[in-house]
């Protein structure tokens, strides 16, 4: 007796319910959050090419701190190195999230959008590296236009009021959960200073003391707090960028239940920490990273100069190429089958969402070029890049509104006002149908 065939799984299907409310959550904060680092970004650009733009210059290179501790840094520096450890412990708590209980924690569901992320930071670095080497530019910023900025990405789509269904948000965010893994760990991995051993060693041993008290359910944040700064402190001091310390805690906090609790550590920091990555220390990093004064001629110098070039081309083609081609091939040799009520299309779209690289991308394009004539050419870059890509993703999402409306309500419609929506009612239904008949 021949073998059945094997049921092929469906791409960007509806998604469980639990799963759609904590999606909707983290969307819901990092869109707000998105909003103001437009805000934040706008502000920063009007006042870096305003007759007060020294004052801009001034605030930001102000230093402050504690010597004693290796700590005398600029504002500028301040939000990059420590503003965004408190985003990348939010990053880390996610991706933990993911590969535990969420889309990433078996290797069937796991494939295609792990594939689809790979593939969209290869592609632009290869891009880059291409563009670069034909150009005769330097290849040192290959992992600029590697990452993509949900929270830009959602806020693009909120001033565009669309409906984008959930499936392709949820798959959106995963893109974004294992993009920001693959800049950690190129920041961890090739943008480190000299190190420090000693002080390098006492941020590893801080952060076994931290594993050991979630692992022996050790509660109060009078513990954790005054560890998770004395980590990034020594890790700051250890020569490897202070951001790692973030997502290294972030990984180690528990995002399982245990019985009787309502929720998890990771929950719990997440929860308390997520608007303030989102709607602070995400639009204050750009508020002083987002600065470059425009002109004419440095306008002309992003097309002319390679460096520049390959990461406009790398975040808008290179992203779009990559997550396209990837989540294409992974859904061919996986055997999935894409939702019937969406189409390539619809992926095409996220692709070029993917393209807005902003937040990670400057910080990443401030290592790699740490002379500031250089990072202003990059930062030019990456501004006009994220905006042509959310110009065209624009064009892409309007056109399918429509069919995005339509599948927006009847994901929320509870004519029963039972806090369900009716679909999820008629999926059962149909489940439970299917099982009787077997």
């Known amino acids: 007796m021949p073998a059945a065939p094997r049921e092929r799984s469906v791409f960007l299907a509806l998604l469980p319910w639990p799963e759609r409310v904590r999606v909707a959550r983290a969307l819901r904060t990092e869109t707000v959050g998105g909003l103001v680092l437009l805000a934040a970004a706008v502000v920063a650009l009007v006042w870096a090419n305003t007759p007060i733009s020294g004052t801009y210059e001034q605030i930001r290179d102000a230093h402050f701190g504690i010597p004693a501790l290796g700590l ?52 632009p670095a290869a891009l880059y590296l291409a563009t670069t080497g034909l150009g005769g530019g330097r290849a040192q910023g290959w992992a600029v236009p590697m990452a993509t900025d949900i929270a830009f990405a959602l806020a693009v789509l909120a001033v565009l009021s669309t409906h984008l269904p959930s499936a392709l948000r949820a798959f959106l965010l995963t893109l974004a959960v294992v993009d920001d893994l693959g800049a950690i760990l190129v920041i961890a991995v090739f943008f480190t200073a000299d190190l420090n051993p000693a002080a390098l060693g006492g941020a590893v041993a801080g952060l076994v003391v931290f594993y050991l008290l979630q692992r022996y359910r050790v509660r109060g944040w009078w513990w954790y707090v005054p560890l998770g700064l004395a980590i990034w402190v020594l890790m700051y001091n250890g020569g490897v960028h202070a951001t790692v310390a973030g997502v290294a805690m972030g990984l180690i906090l528990r995002t399982t239940r245990d019985q009787g609790e309502k929720a998890s550590p990771g929950e719990r920091t997440e929860h308390l920490l997520r608007p303030v990555s989102a709607g602070v220390a995400v639009p204050l ?71 807005i690289g902003f937040t990670v991308a400057l910080l990443i394009g401030e290592l790699a070029f740490p002379d500031p004539a250089d990072a202003e050419h990059i930062k030019a870059a990456v501004l006009i890049g994220s905006l042509i890509a959310a110009a065209v993703a624009a064009l892409l999402v309007k056109r399918r509104n429509g069919i995005y409306r339509r599948l927006w309500e009847a994901e929320t419609l509870d004519e029963d006002a039972d806090g369900l929506p009716d679909i999820y009612q008629q999926t059962d239904r149909r489940n439970r149908g299917a099982a009787g008949d077997s």
């Not at 295609?112 to 290869?122: F, N, R």
């Open 72 to 123: 005398d840094l600029s504002v500028e520096h301040w939000t990059a190195d420590g503003l965004l450890a408190v985003f990348f412990l939010v990053a880390g708590i996610e991706l933990k999230r993911e590969l535990v209980v969420g889309e990433l924690r078996t290797p069937a569901t796991a494939a295609l959008p792990v594939v689809a992320a790979l593939c969209g930071m290869a592609v």
């Open 285 to 355: 990093f750009a508020l002083f990273a987002a600065g470059v004064a425009i002109s004419a001629a440095s306008l002309g110098e992003v097309f002319t100069r390679p460096e520049p070039l390959g990461v406009v081309l790398g975040l808008v083609v290179g992203k779009t190429v990559g997550i396209f081609a990837g989540t294409y091939l992974a859904a061919r040799f996986t055997r999935a089958r894409l939702n019937p009520d969406l189409a390539w299309a619809d992926v095409l779209a996220v692709a070029v969402l993917a393209g």
